[in-house]
Nanobody, 115 residues
C-alpha cells in the first residue's frame, strides 16, 4: 500500500493573521511516529520548524517561530497540525510535514503572508 503524507490548509493571509496547517497520513498511521514540520522559501534552504513525539510530547521549535507556531496531533484522526499565529511576510514559504522514520515527505502547501 502506498504511504503518503499530505499537507493542507495553506493560503493567503495578511500579516498578523493565523493559519492552521494539517498533515494527514494515508496508507499508514501516525500513531507511534514522531513528525516534523519544515518550510522552504524561494532561494533558501529548507528550514526545520517543529517536532512532535509520537505521544504529543517533546515539542521543540527554533527561535524563529517559538511562541508563534504550535504543533499538535490527533492520533485518533491521524492528523498532525501546525498552528501559526502572528504571521509575518517572512513566513511566506512552502510548508512540509515529514516522518523521520522512513524519511517520508509530503508535497507541501503554500503559505503566503501579504497585505
Amino acid at each position: 500500500q502506498v504511504q503518503l503524507v499530505v499537507e493542507s490548509g495553506g493560503g493567503l493571509v495578511q500579516p498578523g493573521g493565523s493559519l492552521r496547517l494539517s498533515c494527514t497520513a494515508s496508507g499508514f498511521t501516525f500513531s507511534g511516529l514522531a513528525v516534523r514540520w519544515y518550510r522552504q522559501a524561494p532561494g533558501l534552504e529548507r528550514e526545520w520548524l517543529a517536532s512532535i513525539a509520537n505521544d504529543g510530547s517533546g515539542l521543540i521549535y527554533p527561535d524563529s517561530v517559538k511562541g508563534r507556531f504550535t504543533v499538535s496531533r490527533d492520533n485518533d484522526k491521524n492528523i498532525v497540525y501546525l498552528q501559526m499565529d502572528s504571521l509575518k511576510a517572512e513566513d511566506t514559504a512552502v510548508y512540509y510535514c515529514m516522518v523521520p522514520r522512513g524519511g517520508l515527505w509530503g508535497q507541501g502547501t503554500q503559505v503566503t503572508v501579504s497585505s
